[in-house]
């Protein structure tokens, strides 16, 4: 579904991945956890998003390359700790044995912190950024992944285990530990571009929106989904008693709620000034619409 420009955006994040974590001068095989998880199969739909922002606003993807890499590595590092036996005790993870599988509990645990250092120590030495830029980076990848973010979405996730909670929860859940890195990759273009006032509030409304369809064809894949092109086991939130959108609204409620978000999404991208076009970012909602894992 992504055309030519968009698969040379990824080509170039996987080549910027490559050479990011290089090789250990402590004799450990840490950097080698890290890259395993790194390099396991993503479709880099977080970093992808804030290039494609990037060149709509600007036509200089350079200037957010070294963000790209350090916001896949925030990611990588959640999952890593999401697949751990103390949280959703997964085994697969695309296809490809959990990070804790290959190389242990402690390690993996290592791995993702290592990740998560990584990503703001390559903000800090971006030679493309001025020094205004990379704090104001710093400061929204802080909050975005932070308690107030993606580890506080992932807290209040785990504590609604075995309860029930209403839909307002669940999508105070998804904002924060799904969408904040998702809403991140948008306004880390913003920060990088600089464009008007509106265009950015804009721009800040469509994340929003994003965050919440990815989570709730997430939802949808973990009940419907095949799990040979997920690549890991589906029906893990019914084993773990998470409230989703499925078991809130039913599976036509849910697919409604997508239909809905997908909508907003849409309406959003129509308000940006003409002068811009917002061709990539109509495409990254219908991969995320119609995406099968």
Avoid: C
Avoid at 203 to 228: N, R, T
Avoid at 269 to 282: A, K, V
Wanted: proline share 1%; glycine share 6%.
């Amino acid at each position: 579904m992504m055309n030519q420009q968009m698969n040379e955006f990824v080509r170039k994040i996987e080549e910027e991945l490559a050479i990011a974590i290089p090789s250990s001068q402590l004799n450990t095989n840490l950097e080698e956890s890290m890259r395993y998880s790194l390099e396991a199969g993503s479709k880099r739909m977080r970093p992808l998003l804030l290039l494609v922002t990037l060149d709509m606003l600007t036509s200089n993807i350079a200037q957010g390359m070294r963000t790209a890499v350090a916001l896949e590595m925030i990611h990588t590092y959640s999952l890593i700790h999401d697949d751990l036996p103390a949280m959703d005790n997964d085994d697969y993870r695309r296809g490809k044995l959990t990070n804790h599988k290959v190389y242990g509990d402690w390690k993996a645990i290592l791995a993702g912190d290592a990740l998560l250092t990584k990503a703001f120590e390559m903000i800090s030495f971006d030679d493309q950024l001025t020094s205004d830029v990379k704090v104001r980076l710093i400061q929204r990848l802080s909050q975005a992944s932070g308690h107030l973010g993606m580890v506080g979405g992932q807290v209040l996730d785990m504590e609604s285990e075995n309860k029930q909670i209403d839909l307002e929860t669940l999508q105070q859940i998804h904002r924060a530990k799904t969408g904040a890195l998702l809403e991140f990759a948008i306004m880390a273009a913003v920060d990088i571009a600089q464009p008007d006032k509106e265009t950015a509030q804009v721009l800040e409304k469509y994340g929003q929106h994003l965050g919440l369809m990815f989570q709730i064809k997430d939802d949808l894949l973990d009940v419907f989904g095949d799990e040979a092109k997920l690549g890991k086991k589906v029906g893990s939130d019914v084993e773990n008693n998470k409230s989703t959108y499925v078991s809130l609204l039913g599976e036509q409620g849910a697919k409604d709620k997508l239909n809905e978000e997908v909508e907003r999404a849409y309406d959003s991208l129509h308000q940006i000034n003409s002068q811009y076009d917002t061709s990539h970012l109509e495409t990254i909602i219908e991969i995320f619409n119609h995406r099968n894992h």
